[in-house]
Every structure is written in C-alpha cells, then in structure tokens.
C-alpha cells in the first residue's frame, strides 16, 4: 500500500488558536527566540555582554563559523556532508601564508610576492579544486560524501603540515617596498564601524539567500536533495548540482581560512580543527534536516549566532571552557530534538 | 486445544475472517470479507492489483491490524497483536516482496530471529544441519553458508520459503511464491505443497499464475476491488469463471478519443535492447520495436517483470539501452540526458510516484513547476510570477484538489498526488507522454479522471503510451493494446478485442 500517512502534522490543528498557536510559533522560531534568551541572559549576568562594541567582536568571531556554515548549508541541503571544511581552511589559510612570504622560483633565481588580490584569488580557486574535488568523486564515481570529505579532510591537513612542517606563517602584513600589504584589512578593518568580516558574511549570506530563493539553481538544489530520482527524471542535472555545491562550500572554506589568517595575522596548520562539527551544528539549530531538501539561510545564521553568542558569553562570564563544549552539545541535542518535533514523519524520506 | 485441532477432519474450518475491513487514510483496502481456511487444504486467493489479496493476507498473518471485522481460529474469536504472536499461534507467511538480509547467509536467514542457542552462544553446526535438510526437502542444492545477495532471485524465493518451513506451522500463507521460480521449481514446491497438506497443515495461496495455481488449490476465493466476489471449491470452476469473476463488469473509464486522424510518428524505438538493471544478466527489454503517432493512445499491458517499466524508463533516458534506437519526431535522442529529452517534448510519469515522483519537502507548487524551471526562469533568477501563472494553470488542467500551491505535497490524497506528477509532466508541454501505471494506488473516481486527461492531451495531438498490469484499464481509452512479455511484443490488438485474450497473450492464463 502507498504510504501518504501521517504526513499531516499541521493541517486539522491549525484553526485551533492560543496554545498551540504559541507552541508553534516558539517552534518555528526557536532558533531566533534561542538567540534572544541568550542576549538578555548574558546581558543580566554581565554589564559588558550588551554594548555595540561586544556585540561586534562576538559577530567577528561569528563570521569564520558562519562563513562555513553557508558552504555547509547548501551541501546538506543537497543531502551530503562536508568534513572537509575545517581543513580545507587550515591548507588554504597556510598557502595564503606562503604566498606572502614570497614563491621562489629556483630556476629564475626570482622571488615573487603576489599581490594581496592575487593570493585572496589563488587561494579561493584551491578551495574551489579541492571542493570539485569532492564533488566529482561524490557525483561521478559515487563514493558516500561522508568518506569522500573524510579523506579530503585528512589530505588537505596532512599537505598543511607538509607545508609548513608543523609551524605557523607569523608574518602576514606584507611589505611596503613589495607592494603586497594589505592583508590585514580583512581581519581589521571596518567598513562603518563594522568588521570587514562581518560585512563579508552578510553579503556571502545575501548572496546564497537569493541563489537558494530565486534562482533555478536554488530550486534545483531543494529538489536534489528531497527527492534525487524525482529530481533527476524532472530533467534536474543532479550530478552538476552536487559538484557545484562542494565546489561551494571549498569556495566559502578559503574564505573563512583568509578571513581567520587575517584576524590572527598568523596562518597555522592546525588552524579550523573542529570547525567542520560547529558548521554542522550551526545548520542543525537553524533547522535544516540532514536528510535533505529542507533549511534556509536565515535559520542557519541564527544557528552560528547562537553557537558563537553563547560562548562567547560563558567566557564573559569567566565560566570553564571546558563547560562551554557541554552546553554546546547540550543546544545541538535540544535543536536536533526540535527538528524530529517539528518534521514529524515529513522528516524521513520514504 | 492442539487435541482438538489434530483429530479433527481433514475440510474443517481453521482460520476465518468476519467481516473484516481494512482503511489506509480513508481509502477502503478491504469492505467486509468474509472467507474459510480448511484444514489440510489449499485455499486460493485470485484478484486483480490492488484488489486487496495481500492486505487481506497481513491482517490473517498479524502484521496488521483490521478496522473492523474478526479472526476467527479454531472456533474462538481472536487478536493477533504482532507477526510473532499469529507465528506462535502456527501461522506463517511467505512474503510477496522478499524480506531476506541480503548480506547473511541462507542459514541465518532462515534463523533470524530464532537462533538456536547452545551453552557457547549460537549453535550454528544444528542450524546448518537443519537447513541442509530443510533445501533438501526442496531439491534445492544451495550450500547454507552462501550469501543471500550471491543467489539469484528463484533462489532467494526458495530460501524463504524454507524460513516459513522451518517454524511447524500449522496455516502457511503464500503470497506469489512462484513468481520467480522456473516450472521445475514450481513442480518441487508444489510436491511439498501435497506433503505438506496430507500432515493436515492448510495453505493460503495467492498467485497471478492461474492456471498454476489451479493445478494445486481445493478451493478458490475471488477478490474485487476490497469486496469478496466469488467462492468455490475447485471442482466448480474453470479459468473463465476466475477470469469472470475478478475483472467483473466494465466500469466507464472512457473510451478511445475518435474524429480525428492520427498524425506522423513522434515516437519510434528500433530493436531496443535494455539489461536487467539489477545486475541479473539477462535483458529486460529484448530487441522491441514500436511507433507511436501523434495522437494515438497505446496500452502497453503485462504481468510484472515483462520489462514495460524499463522500456519506458529507457526511453526516458534514466536506464541505457546496450543497443537500437530511440527516435524522437525523426531524431536519434539515445545519447541525449533526461533534461535534453524533456525539453525535446518527451515527458515520463514514473510507477512509483512516492520514490520517483515527488520531492516531499516541497509544495504542490514547486512540484508542479519543477520540469519545467527553464520556462519561467529569466537570467540567473526565476520569475516568481510566470510560475505562479504556470502552477496555477497545471492546477487547473489536471484538476488538482488542493488548498492552494503552497501546501505540502503529503497534504493531498493519493488520486491528486498522481495528478500533480501527471501536471508536472504535462507541463513541460510534452509531445510524446510515457505514464508508468498512471493508476496504481489511486481510486476509481480519480483512475477515470486520469484517463479523461490523458484522452483530451491525445485528441490535442500528443502521442500517448501508458502501461497497466489491469485489464480494464486495456479497454478504456487505449487505441491500440500491446502485450509485452519477457521484454518482447507477444501480440498486439486493437480495442474491440477481449479481456480473455488479453490475459492469455500476457502468460497469464495459457490455455485460455
């Protein structure tokens, strides 16, 4: 038998007010009201926690998170995974390093110093290869994505450590008589008083808003991921979909790496370890399902600014570090619960 | 109780249903039926798809449960709470759909769930032991150590079968056991079928092989539509009488659109040979040949594995074909991708709607316009207002029933689900449309809703192939009828012909 059952979690209820108006509408936004809570919460607990200045450095901090966490929004969407994230970060932020340490070309007896235009592009069209990369090996020759990226993830930190032998680029600001600062503009400067990083991640998320709402692409990308058979034979090229949005997220991963080499003036191997978990989870408390097909953009920036809002705060508050991982989980675990709340049935994919 | 049951008579009743009805979201699967199993006999359950024989048959088996209506065994009134709880009671099953593990082997299939415990963990020499004697009793030389998946699908029957012959049952229910065996295979189960009746155990059989299964059964039980419409013991009945009794009288599901005549061949495939997409090494569609004029409706009917889903899936571009051609209006589109196809004017609307059909996160709408994304996007970005003109005109030409285009797909009943694949299809202005058993799942009010859609897309042109595994759904609107069977043309009629015929040319009813 055909099974169109319990698909209908919200239509009967929906002309019964009050309550469950209310219970519903707190599920909806749950990521948004998380957000509030967290501000008045810490806002009650520290006298510094709500000031423009604080509010600033903890969306800076939120930036490197909520950069990846666009790139790991449209791979799940897709209905994938990207582990590689994180290490996609620490490569391309320790080329970009390299790259302003001068590239000796032996044979020429030269030393090159790219301009700061010219490293930001190398570096995001690595991130780009390596994103293909995943996507083709994903798309084409159909290993699951969650191995694939494990494997990119393990090279392309293993290459950052080759590179730099375990140590870190320190000096990033260029020379004058070179013709290659300005690096540093990224991760200091303010356009308005705003962190260039942040402005960087709401263009970023404007941008992937209006792909995934108005553009065929977007449509393809929720199709894809709903349903990959009804999509493919509704003429949908599933296969260029999927590349493109690894390719995406490698895109969005150099980003993040320059963006977090800047602010740190330092550019590390080790750098992002991790990062790929707080991508994920960012998404997760933004509602998208993991399954595919279902999550926006907005949701997902609210996710990173509840993971970087509370820390940050436990910090504030001089509360262990070692706290701020529980709670962290503990919100995940509480978003994911939602999300089954929420999805009911709808959620799992016949 | 067990003394009562073993010194009864051979005839007397078992197991019986009352009355029993079965609902799935409001769609009646069964209306009341009623029905006897005798011991040590064989009881015969003959109806069309979806006429309810195995709804009718998990409920016998426990694993689900009526709406209304009783179980009756041995006289006492009784609730089967799970598949294990009728399994304690002696009753087993034998699945249609295989429910084996493909990645263990044939010995732990058979024991799965049961294993036979030794004081060391699992005692697996008693086990092997059995099974060898269980395939043994079946002649079938299959080692129990092998690997479900490196059988091939005979195989994998025989194996459950030997699972539901390794609990001592006292009613075997056999829902198609045949339908992937070879006639000698057939011969073996049925010889266990005759031991196994004459130790006084009853047997359920469901099967679309009638005149196999009338070689075996004492009594036949005919089902149309959830109701019980025929019951009789073997010696009052012939093929004609089943065959009578399960198609029933036509209902009106159109006829063929006339006053017109047909235009050039759109569609032409030329000695098309498709491989078992499985893996099975045989071909599914054998070197077939077919054209289809604009405005020509034609019936493609068959029993299931005859290879009419993967000739239609071929010629949509989701399977490859090893070799022939495939011609759209007098071009060769066989290296063209499904998006090419589509917009070339070759649309399919896949069988299984749930898994090929619709993206379920999404709504109505986007479901509705998701073939046809070229149509209203301008540049990079879509144009939300020629896509609302476009969903709202789909809703309209297949008369969706829905609260508006922005409501969840799941939100709508099976018949307008079907009819959103359909617009969806259609709305990429297609000129050839390939529909996939356009009918399965849905009831009659919307079956005869979709054929009068399909009769109007026709007489406007559009050339039309569908497929059916139903006989009536031959005689609607159909102009031409084609039988396929093992991936050939095995005859081809026009509409005047009858459903008798059309059953034997489809291997149905051989000597019919």
Redesign the interface.
Known sequence: MTQTSANRLTSPASAVKGTTGIIKLLLKGRAFFALIAIIVVFSFLSPNYLTVSNLLIMSSHVAIYGILAIGMLVVILSGGIDLSVGSILALCGVVAGALMQGVELKPLGVILFPPVWAVVVLTCSLGAALGALNGILIAWFRVPAFVTTLGVMYMARGIALLMTNGLTYNNLAGRPELGNTGFDWLGFNRLFGVPISVVVLAVLAVLTGLMLSRSSFGRWLYASGGNENAADLSGVPVKRVKITVYTLSGILSAIAGLVLSSQLTSAGPTAGTTYELTAIAAVVIGGAALTGGRGTVRGTMLGAFVIGFLSDGLVIIGVSSYWQTVFTGAVIVLAVLMNTIQYGARGVRP | MSDAAISRPAGEVVLAARNIAKS??GVK?LKGVNFDIHRGQVTTLFGENGAGKS?LMKILSGIVQPTSGEVILDGQPIVFSSSTDARNHGISIIHQELSLAPNLSVRDNIFMGREINGPTGVNYAEEERQVRELLAELEEDIDPLTPVEELRLGQQQIVEIARALSVDSRILIMDEPTSALSATEVEVLFNVIRDLTAKGVSIVYISHHLEEALQITDHAVVLRDGNMTAYAPRADIDLEWIVRNMVGENYDLGNPPTGYDFGPVMLSVRDLTVPDPAGGGYNVVDRMSLDVRAGEIVCIYGLMGAGRSELLETV?G?LSATSGEIVLEGKEISHL???????RGLA?V?ED??????????SVG?NLS??S??EF?RG???S?KLERALIQKSIRDVTVKTDGPDV?I?????GN?QKVVIG??LA?DPKVILLDEPSR?IDIGAKAEVFRILAAHAAAGRAVVYTTSEVNECLSIAHRIIIMRRGRISAEFTSDITKEKIMAASGEAVAA
């Open positions: 799935y979201n699967a709804t949509a989701k991708a499904i998006g090419e196809r589509i917009a399919l896949p709607r749930q898994r090929y059909g619709l993206v379920q996160t999404m986007q998701l073939a994304i070229r996007a990079v970005f879509t939300l969840p799941g939100s709508l009943s099976g689900q969806k299809m990429t799942g």
